[in-house]
Antibody, heavy 113, light 109 residues
Framework: QVQLHESGPGLVNPSGTLSLTCTVS????????WSWVRQPPGRGLEWIAE???????GYKPSLKSRVTISMDRSKGQFFLRLNSVTAADTAMYYC???????WGQGTLVTVSS | QSALTQPPSASESPGQSVTISCTGT?????????VSWFQQHPGKAPKLIIF???KRPSGVPDRFSGSKSGNTASLTVSGLQADDEADYYC?????????FGTGTKVTVL
C-alpha cells in the first residue's frame, strides 16, 4: 500500500525558505510522478509542482520562480523548496502521487516572525 | 492558470441528487480527458472519487459519477447520505501543470 509522509519545519520566517520532505513507502519512488499541493487555511487546493524519477519536473507557472522540486531515489524521498516566503504561503502542504490517488496527511507550515 | 470555476455551495436532502460543475477552458478541461474529483472532509486530506472524467477508483460507490461537456466537467452524487457532506474539488491537467477548482461545499439538509 502506497504511503506518503510529509515532514519539515512548521514555522518559517518571512523572506526565508520553506523546505519540506515527502517520504514514500510501500512502492518504488520510480513508479509514479509525485506532486506537492497546498491549501491555505479555510481555502481551496493549489497544485505547486511535480517530479518523475527520470528528472522530469513541472511547476505552476506563477510559482515557478520561487519553487524547486527534487528527489532522492535512494532514500525514497522527494522535496519541496519555496523561496522568499510571505504570509500568503501559510498553508497545509500535502504530497501526493500526480494521479492524486494517494496523499500524505499534510503538514501545516506557518510563515511568521 | 486561473482556478477552475465551481459553485461555492450546493445543498440537497438525503436520498436526492446533487450535481457540481467545474468550468475551465479549452486549454484544460475542454482539451483533455484528465479531470479528477476529490471529496474532502474537515481536517482530512482529499480523497480521489473520480479520475479521467468518468472513472471511479476501487471502493468508491457508484453513487458518484462524472461527465464532461465542452469546457465544463460535472460531478453527480446520487442518493445523498449524511457522510457526503464535505468539500468537493475538481482538478484538470493543463499540459505541463495542473489546475484545481475553487471548491464546492455540499450540505446534506
Amino acid at each position: 500500500q502506497v504511503q506518503l509522509h510529509e515532514s519539515g519545519p512548521g514555522l518559517v520566517n518571512p523572506s526565508g525558505t520553506l523546505s519540506l520532505t515527502c517520504t514514500v513507502s510501500g512502492v518504488s519512488i520510480s513508479s509514479y510522478w509525485w506532486s506537492w499541493v497546498r491549501q491555505p487555511p479555510g481555502r481551496g487546493l493549489e497544485w505547486i509542482a511535480e517530479i518523475y524519477h527520470a528528472g522530469n519536473t513541472g511547476y505552476k507557472p506563477s510559482l515557478k520562480s520561487r519553487v524547486t522540486i527534487s528527489m532522492d531515489r535512494s532514500k525514497g524521498q522527494f522535496f519541496l523548496r519555496l523561496n522568499s516566503v510571505t504570509a500568503a504561503d501559510t498553508a497545509m502542504y500535502y504530497c501526493s502521487t500526480s494521479s492524486f490517488a494517494y496523499w500524505g496527511q499534510g503538514t501545516l507550515v506557518t510563515v511568521s516572525s | 492558470q486561473s482556478a477552475l470555476t465551481q459553485p461555492p455551495s450546493a445543498s440537497e436532502s438525503p436520498g436526492q441528487s446533487v450535481t457540481i460543475s467545474c468550468t475551465g477552458t479549452s486549454s484544460d478541461v475542454g482539451g483533455r480527458d484528465s479531470v479528477s474529483w476529490f471529496q474532502q472532509h474537515p481536517g482530512k486530506a482529499p480523497k480521489l472519487i473520480i479520475f479521467d472524467v468518468t472513472k471511479r477508483p476501487s471502493g468508491v460507490p457508484d453513487r458518484f459519477s462524472g461527465s464532461k461537456s465542452g469546457n465544463t466537467a460535472s460531478l453527480t452524487v446520487s442518493g445523498l447520505q449524511a457522510d457526503d457532506e464535505a468539500d468537493y474539488y475538481c482538478v484538470s491537467s493543463a499540459g505541463s501543470f495542473y489546475v484545481f477548482g475553487t471548491g464546492t461545499k455540499v450540505t446534506v439538509l
